[in-house]
């Protein structure tokens, strides 16, 4: 898959793409269908993904809660995996978002990236204060010569699958549900960091992880599918997640530490992806390590059972 970030400087064979356009926040079964269209609209042209960076509401609300499902590296890896060849992942900045309906269409998807379709949600909005609707991006593409196609909106259970309902079942625990609207699990990726390495002095060694500017899922302890993305020790483990500020000792920062099961090796600086796949219990604080080191290896036997049946 070829990134690029820019649509005025256009390699020639970047042009001509069939386009989805939209968050991509979790890469959920409603952006898959959006996806799929895409690729059905226009069989011989390069699939493409649309989608900006910082997100949009990043840019307009910075100091508002951590809301995002994933990172921009995770989505980029998970559209990978849908066949996307052309990720347009586009800087949201002043100028772009100062743009009106009619120059986006014209200066981004028309002259920028010479796009041969787009497909957009039905509630998809653009240009300044979000003023354009789909039903102009119709417009706008009869006058300018780029097919368009407006995805209906996806529902599950009577629901609409979104990623607010995503952020609500991961916020309750249900990391299932959530995995449900997904059409996968819910993954954290990052790059393992230094600890204080109390796991290790405590016979669970863990790779610690950020959480910085993601979504928290409910605090507590998981049981985890991991895959090493890269590294000496590249491949997929089962294990335990504990997330949280670690109230035993006094945590403040959200983090993710993760111990993986039957594993030896040293993972910093590796690039982990972790998919919750059960919720086993809230963080607790205990008398004493006794009591922590017991829950643990409890924690582990319980995971351990969850991630055999799966």
């Given amino acids: 898959m070829h990134i690029i970030r820019d649509f005025q400087f256009v390699e020639p064979e970047d042009r001509g793409a069939s386009v989805a356009i939209g968050n991509f926040d979790g890469v959920h079964l409603g952006h898959q269908s959006v996806i799929e269209l895409a690729r059905d609209a226009a069989p011989d042209a390069p699939l493409g993904v649309m989608t900006f960076e910082p997100h949009p509401r990043e840019y307009f609300a910075p100091d508002s809660p951590p809301f995002r499902l994933m990172r921009g590296n995770a989505r980029a890896h998970r559209l990978e995996k849908l066949g996307v060849e052309k990720l347009y992942e586009l800087p949201f900045n002043a100028a772009l978002a100062g743009l009106s309906p009619d120059e986006f269409a014209r200066n981004v998807i028309c002259d920028g990236l010479g796009l041969s379709h787009v497909v957009v949600g039905a509630d998809f909005c653009f240009g300044k204060g ?41 916020s309750e625990g249900r990391p299932r ?129 969850i991630l055999a049946a799966l």
Avoid at 159 to 169: C, F
Avoid at 222 to 235: E, F, K, N, W
């Fill in 130 to 170: 979000r003023s354009g609707t789909a039903d102009d991006l119709v417009r706008f593409g009869q006058e300018m010569g780029f097919g368009v196609t407006i995805a209906p909106l996806m529902q599950r259970s009577e629901n609409v699958v979104s990623s607010t309902a995503i952020r609500t079942a991961l």
């Fill in 177 to 305: 549900d959530a995995a449900a609207m997904l059409g996968h699990w819910h993954r954290i990726e990052g790059e393992v960091i230094g600890g204080e390495q109390r796991g290790r002095e405590l016979g669970f060694p863990t790779a610690n992880m950020s959480i910085e500017g993601l979504h928290p899922p409910k605090f507590g302890v998981y049981a985890v599918l991991v895959d090493v993305l890269d590294g000496p020790h590249q491949g997929s483990y089962h294990g335990a997640a504990s997330v949280g500020v670690r109230p035993m000792f006094h945590g403040e920062v959200p983090n993710i530490e993760t111990f993986l099961f039957d594993f030896s090796g040293d993972l910093y600086g590796a690039t982990l992806s972790v998919g919750l796949i059960e919720f086993l219990r809230p963080e607790m604080t205990f008398k004493g390590l006794d009591g922590l080191i017991a829950q643990m290896n409890a924690d582990c036997e319980q995971a351990r059972g």
